[in-house]
């Protein structure tokens, strides 16, 4: 059953590193894309892409955290009493982007929407950053099984910068690729080009710095390094080979979008299941084992059933969402915040 909880904790995981982190990384190309003028288009495809699902995607937040705290209450208060600093700033900043996002839409006067629209860009790089930060803490074993460690040292150390740093550009390569097939999709291929380069782009940041980072998991978390390179190699190399069919399918310009999101997701979801694989049977570093983590069988029953109940009822609403966002029947993004 311990296993089985983790499972259905890693799905969500999976799950929000897909939707979450497009929805950061297209705040990310709203910060790049220039002035008033010059970034015009792009941010109108970024509010037309986002408005409709930018509040669904974080569902999958709130289910891990309650996944975590209900299925393994000893990691939760280890993690929330050492790691309360990056995951204040995370909740704030999701907070103040959302705000950003929804006040930009109904402000008249060009300096507040520069405002509003500052604070949406900037959170969308300091919070996925800062989810990064946590991932890396968590993974180098800076996480103590009772909880109370190292306010600043267990989220500011060379593992948890790699893994923010990771984390900003996947949302970007992401979110970039997504607004490219959108852009196609609406037959503008001036923007599927503005898109595609900066996909293309991301993705050869990443790859570059994912080949740097060995080296840092080698020096600073030497298990995960281990893991990495044995257990979970296989999923590593099918990442990697995700990665450079989507670094061809993007070196020329995009004419049909068949296949190019589901393959940058693809490589995004299997880095995040290498990384699960290689941190098994543990939930922190090396000293505290999903079973040790785990709250007593009869709750985890329970909170199965809960998980399975809210999947049927959730998802396909998900679905049908997405799939009306995707064809532009829910309106524009003035009717979506106003309402």
């Not at 998991?217 to 099918?238: G, K, M, Q, T, Y």
């Not at 070196?251 to 490589?267: D, F, K, M, S, Y």
């Amino acid at each position: 059953m311990p296993e089985l909880v983790a499972v259905f904790l890693f799905i969500g995981v999976v799950a929000y590193s897909l939707l979450g982190g497009a929805d950061f990384g297209a705040g990310f190309w709203d910060l790049t894309a220039g002035g008033a003028e010059r970034g015009r288009a792009p941010r109108a495809l970024v509010d037309a892409s986002l408005s409709p699902v930018w509040e669904a995607n974080h569902t999958w937040l709130i289910y891990c955290l309650v996944m975590l705290w209900t299925g393994f209450p000893t990691a939760f208060e280890a993690i929330t009493t050492t790691l309360y600093l990056p995951l204040g700033i995370a909740a704030l900043g999701i907070v103040l982007r959302g705000a950003g996002f929804a006040f930009r839409h109904a402000s008249i006067r060009t300096p507040e929407q520069r405002l509003y629209g500052a604070a949406f860009a900037l959170c969308s790089l300091l919070t996925p950053f800062c989810f990064g930060a946590i991932t890396g803490g968590i993974a180098s074993g800076r996480v103590p099984t009772r909880g109370k460690g190292d306010a600043i040292t267990s989220w500011l150390n060379p593992t948890s910068a790699l893994g923010g740093v990771l984390a900003v550009l996947v949302c970007a390569y992401l979110a970039a690729v997504y607004l490219c097939v959108a852009a196609v999709r609406a037959d503008d291929p001036g923007l599927a080009e503005y898109f595609r380069v900066r996909a293309l782009a991301a993705a050869l940041v990443t790859g570059a710095v994912s080949v740097g980072g060995i080296f840092v998991l080698r020096s600073d978390a030497p298990r995960l390094f281990h893991e990495l390179s044995h257990r979970a190699l296989p999923l590593v190399i099918l990442a990697a080979a995700g990665g450079v069919a989507g670094v061809i399918v993007l070196a020329r310009p995009v004419r049909r979008p068949l296949g190019l999101r589901e393959t940058a997701g693809a490589a995004v979801a299997l880095v995040v299941l290498g990384w699960g694989v290689a941190q098994y049977p543990y939930l922190l570093g090396t000293h505290l084992s999903i079973d040790a983590a785990a709250a007593p069988h009869s709750v985890l029953w329970v909170l199965v059933a809960v998980a399975i109940a809210a999947g049927a009822l959730i998802l396909p609403s998900a679905i049908l969402l997405f799939r009306l966002a995707e064809r532009g029947r829910l309106g524009t993004p003035a009717d979506q915040t106003s309402g």
